[in-house]
């Protein structure tokens, strides 16, 4: 069986991660983080997501620091508010030619307008924005939903979307039927979107089952909700 492509690093010196709510995007920023970071890059992921209380990659800042990466999120206190205010340092972001950035952005056309105040500054480097999809999730289900949310996060954001991350998922009942299936389907909506798509997300226990012409990014499970870390 061929093994999965792991290198799906984007060449521009920022990347920004956004999607519909359900679509796993928090995962796969911290995931490509990882990655980045582990490849030897200089990384930093900024948590941008002023909308999900619970998925939030601040949550993650000793894990991530451990493994070299800067995290730039609001305060453990602002953290615990339903929406924090976006942290002074993101400016930082636009005048450190070194790092590779990560954006991990809110769910939604109000979590992504975060992005709309910060369009003329990206505007001036070169930076990849990625919309990650899950197939079997209710608002990108139907094939003709698909664009329908990238074009209102790219009109809430003012930035243009340079890709699409395939990433069906059923949390611990994924199986790589319900991956591929999904891929197909987002798969046409990337071509009816005219764009590329960036890579594919599959969960770690069955990456190597997965056969693709395409950048494979393995996903190992590092966010949990309040109950389930409880339990």
């Given at each position: 069986?061929?093994?999965?492509?792991?290198?799906?690093?984007?060449?521009?010196?920022?990347?920004?991660?956004?999607?519909?709510?359900?679509?796993?995007?928090?995962?796969?920023?911290?995931?490509?983080?990882?990655?980045?970071?582990?490849?030897?890059?200089?990384?930093?992921?900024?948590?941008?997501?002023?909308?999900?209380?619970?998925?939030?990659?601040?949550?993650?800042?000793?894990?991530?620091?451990?493994?070299?990466?800067?995290?730039?999120?609001p305060s453990v206190r602002l953290a615990q508010f339903d929406a924090p205010a976006l942290p002074g340092?993101?400016?930082?972001?636009?005048?450190?030619?070194?790092?590779?950035?990560?954006?991990?952005?809110?769910?939604?056309?109000?979590?992504?307008?975060?992005?709309a105040g910060l369009a003329s500054q990206l505007g001036k480097r070169e930076y990849d924005f990625w919309v990650v999809v899950n197939q079997r999730r209710p608002q990108t289900r139907e094939l003709g939903q698909?664009?329908?949310?990238?074009?209102?996060?790219?009109?809430?954001?003012?930035?243009?979307?340079?890709?699409?991350?395939?990433?069906?998922?059923?949390?611990?009942?994924?199986?790589?039927?319900?991956?591929?299936?999904?891929?197909?389907?987002?798969?046409?909506?990337?071509?009816?979107?005219?764009?590329?798509?960036?890579?594919?997300?599959?969960?770690?226990?069955?990456?190597?089952?997965?056969?693709?012409?395409?950048?494979?990014?393995?996903?190992?499970?590092?966010?949990?909700?309040?109950?389930?870390?409880?339990?």
């Amino acid at each position: 069986m061929k093994t999965a492509t792991l290198t799906p690093l984007s060449a521009k010196p920022i990347v920004i991660l956004g999607g519909p709510f359900g679509s796993g995007k928090t995962e796969v920023a911290v995931n490509y983080a990882l990655l980045s970071a582990h490849s030897g890059r200089p990384t930093t992921i900024a948590d941008l997501d002023i909308v999900n209380p619970y998925f939030r990659t601040s949550g993650l800042r000793a894990m991530l620091e451990a493994a070299g990466i800067r995290v730039v999120a609001p305060s453990v206190r602002l953290a615990q508010f339903d929406a924090p205010a976006l942290p002074g340092e993101i400016n930082t972001l636009f005048d450190d030619l070194a790092s590779h950035s990560v954006l991990d952005v809110g769910g939604d056309p109000v979590g992504t307008a975060a992005l709309a105040g910060l369009a003329s500054q990206l505007g001036k480097r070169e930076y990849d924005f990625w919309v990650v999809v899950n197939q079997r999730r209710p608002q990108t289900r139907e094939l003709g939903q698909i664009p329908e949310r990238v074009r209102e996060l790219e009109r809430a954001a003012r930035l243009s979307v340079t890709g699409l991350v395939s990433n069906t998922h059923l949390g611990e009942q994924t199986t790589v039927d319900c991956v591929m299936a999904g891929h197909r389907m987002i798969e046409q909506a990337a071509a009816e979107l005219n764009l590329p798509l960036a890579f594919v997300a599959v969960t770690d226990s069955i990456t190597d089952q997965v056969e693709l012409d395409l950048p494979v990014l393995p996903i190992t499970r590092h966010l949990h909700l309040p109950w389930e870390e409880s339990s």
